[in-house]
Structure formats: C-alpha cells, structure tokens
C-alpha cells in the first residue's frame, strides 16, 4: 500500500490543496488524512482502486474537519489558485482567463466534481465513491455546470462561445477534422 499512496502523492496533494485552501493547509490535510490511511490500512479493502480510497480518504478527513460548521460547505476554503491552476490550457502557462473565470463561479461540489472528472479523470461511479455521492448525482452536477456554461455562452458572439467549449473540452476540438 505504501508504495502505492507515494506514487499518487502528487495527485492527492493538488486535490489536498484545493480542499484545504492552499499550500500549507493543504499539506497539513494530505499528512493527516496519510497518518489516518497508514495507521488504518486494514480497513482498505482488496478490490477497491487505491486511488479511489485514497481520494477517498483525504476528503472524509477534510468534511470531518468541516464537520464542526454549521454550513460545512459555505465554510469551506477551496483555493481558486491551485483550482485554476490544474486546468493550466496549453501546458505552457497560458489560461483563459473567461473559462477560469467561469470555474471559480462553479459551487464548490461542482468544482470538487469537475476536479475528479476531468482534472483527475475519475469515472462517474469512482467519483461518486469519492465524493460518498451516487454517480447519477455526479452526472447531474456535471450537467448543471454545463447548464451554467451554456448560459454563460448564450450572452457571447458565437465565436468567443466555440473558443471556450473548445478550451473546455479540447478532446473534441481535436477530434474535429
């Protein structure tokens, strides 16, 4: 297992950092949720994809540091810089600032979501593990945020609406002959 949870620490750190709020916080979250996950690895269960229990575990360990609030979610601190930064467009530093605009006005469940899906590329059910959600309610989060997204572009010229979807899902960008 821990040869495991060192591979995948990246990984967990930029989802740790986005959840707690940055760098630090972040930091301190992924080292307790690691402390929990080593100190309980009987509880992980043969089958189960370890990035999905890992994932997992670092967001039990953030909602149980919520859990004192009377709003968990209105508390939360999802930091807009390292979110912004895991859709880093071109890999050369470039951003579009309208699409990141757009992200950081996503409601935190949607952000976390769209973080699995399409930053970390999680499946619909694995997602829904991680988030102790159904797939289907990943789905319509997903479909909500494309709703948002797609009221936002009615207010644009088509052509600065194409160059977001385009940014958004470059996928089908380069499938287009």
Do not use: C, N
Not at 6 to 25: N, S
Not at 48 to 62: C, G, H, N, P
Not at 133 to 157: N, Q, T, Y
């Amino acid at each position: 297992m821990r040869p495991g949870l060192i591979a995948m620490l990246p990984r967990l750190k930029r989802f740790a950092d986005v959840l707690g709020g940055g760098r630090d916080a972040g930091g301190g979250l992924l080292r307790r949720a690691l402390q929990y996950m080593l100190a309980e690895q009987h509880l992980y269960q043969r089958g189960t994809a370890l990035d999905v229990w890992a994932f997992s575990e670092v967001y039990r360990q953030w909602r149980h540091e919520l859990s004192g609030q009377a709003d968990p979610m209105a508390q939360a601190k999802i930091d807009d810089a390292a979110f912004a930064a895991l859709f880093d467009i071109d890999g050369e530093g470039h951003r579009d600032e309208p699409v990141i605009a757009f992200l950081m006005g996503l409601p935190p469940q949607q952000r976390l979501t769209l973080l699995l899906v399409y930053g970390e590329g999680f499946e619909h059910e694995d997602a829904g593990r991680i988030l102790d959600v159904s797939s289907e309610m990943i789905a319509a989060r997903l479909i909500r945020m494309s709703a948002s997204l797609s009221d936002r572009l009615s207010e644009r010229p088509p052509a600065q609406a194409a160059a977001i979807v385009e940014t958004l899902y470059p996928e089908w960008h380069r499938a287009s002959p």
